[in-house]
């Protein structure tokens, strides 16, 4: 009868054992207001494919002086209100970034992205390659072109990019993806753009 009973009872220690070890390894306590989350999800959001677009670059302009001073600042402009506000605090730039082809109108499935860059030279040149979302942030994809022999003077550059709204939409983190190259010998570029003179 003892034999029987302890065996009764280290069947009973077992499965007691193996039910608090599995509920150990999925039953953790979540913080309030938690979601639990399975590993499948973490994967998913971590291998978000890159989603680029189209997009067409309409302002390519540098000037000896700026209020932004950074090297690399991007911003994404939903609306005609951001876009003037925005040329009013950058006086340098301000009449290149409004046209005719600006208004609510246009915004209202379009957006701007701007792009601001500093170099310590006028012979160096920024080249969009690619902007892309990834991950929910906005990449810019560009290389920074630079020749043997460089000017002393530093020019602050401003990029300016037309979008589709739905493209952007949600984003708000610019994260920029930058390579640098050297020219090929004795090239020189054309003044405010990427294209060789020669």
């Not at 007691?16 to 150990?24: L, R």
């Not at 989603?51 to 939903?78: H, L, M, P, Q, W």
């Not at 500093?118 to 290389?143: A, P, Q």
């Amino acid at each position: 009868m003892d034999s029987k009973f302890n065996k009764t009872m280290a069947l009973i220690f077992i499965f007691a054992f193996a039910a608090i070890a599995i509920s150990g390894c999925n039953g953790q306590t979540l913080p309030a207001g938690s979601e639990p989350t399975s590993s499948s999800q973490i994967s998913d959001t971590d291998k978000t494919e890159p989603v680029s677009f189209n997009y067409t670059i309409v302002v390519y302009k540098s000037s000896g002086v700026s209020d932004i001073k950074s090297d690399f600042e991007a911003r994404i402009i939903c609306s005609y209100a951001e876009l003037v506000e925005f040329q009013n605090n950058d006086k340098e730039f301000g009449s290149d970034y409004i046209s005719n082809n600006y208004n609510d109108a246009f915004f209202e499935e379009n957006a701007v992205i701007l792009i601001c860059t500093k170099h310590g030279s006028g012979s160096i040149r920024d080249v969009i390659n690619k902007i892309y979302k990834e991950n929910g942030k906005l990449v810019i994809d560009y290389t920074t072109l630079k020749p043997d022999v460089l000017t002393d003077d530093i020019r602050y550059w401003r990029i300016m990019v037309q979008v589709k709204k739905a493209d952007v939409d949600g984003i708000t983190e610019v994260v920029p993806r930058q390579t640098s190259q050297t020219t090929p010998s004795g090239k020189q570029f054309k003044p405010d753009s990427t294209e060789y003179v020669n």
